[in-house]
Structure formats: C-alpha cells, structure tokens
C-alpha cells in the first residue's frame, strides 16, 4: 500500500495517494514514513490544515521530527519530488518556528567632506 501511495503521489493522483496510504496506515498504525508521505500528499491535494493537523500529531507522537529536522530530511531526498515538495509546503505554511531577531544595523559612518 505504501509503494501504491508513493506512486499515486508522484503521479499526481493525489486523491488515490491519500486512499492508499491511510489504508497503510491502517493496516501498519505508527509508522512515520508512512504518515509524512500522507501529509505531502494531503499538501499537494489542498488539504493543508489537514495536513497541518497530523503533522502536530506526528511531532508530538515522535518530537525528534522537529520542523529543522524534516526540513533537513526532506531537502537531501532524492526521487520523490512530490513528497519533497509537499512536506516543504506544509512546513512553510505557519508551521516554522520563530525566527531569532536579528540585531539591528549600525548606520555607516558619515562622510566627512
């Protein structure tokens, strides 16, 4: 089911991408390559706060996939350039932490004439 999905996804059947990877999920609970493949496809669809939605889930379920880490995950994948890109929307989409303030610049010096 899961290769099923993966293929649908890239492809470009979302729909039929989300109907065999919740089925995966079905029948194997828990597995989180399963589910952010789910989420991409979800993304790719326009079902971005469902989406948004398993995407907490999954962070609180393993909190070692924080948003840096995906992020970090997904841009070295290879092959699946619909998965990369769905994970990519939904972590860009409010998801991203706060950034630090970066500090303020100092004018240049003024010129004397």
Do not use: C, F, W
Not at 16 to 33: M, S
């Amino acid at each position: 089911m899961l290769r099923a999905g993966y293929a649908q996804l890239e492809l470009r059947n979302d729909a039929e991408a989300i109907v065999y990877l919740e089925r995966a999920l079905a029948l194997n609970p828990g597995q989180p390559r399963t589910t952010l493949t789910l989420i991409a496809a979800l993304a790719m669809a326009g079902k971005m706060d469902v989406a948004r939605i398993r995407l907490a889930q999954l962070q609180k379920e393993r909190p070692h996939l924080s948003h840096n880490r995906l992020l970090n995950m997904y841009s070295r994948v290879t092959g699946r350039p619909r998965t990369r890109e769905g994970i990519h929307r939904v972590l860009a989409s409010g998801m991203a932490p706060a950034l630090p303030a970066l500090p303020a610049l100092k004018p240049p010096p003024a010129r004397q004439v």
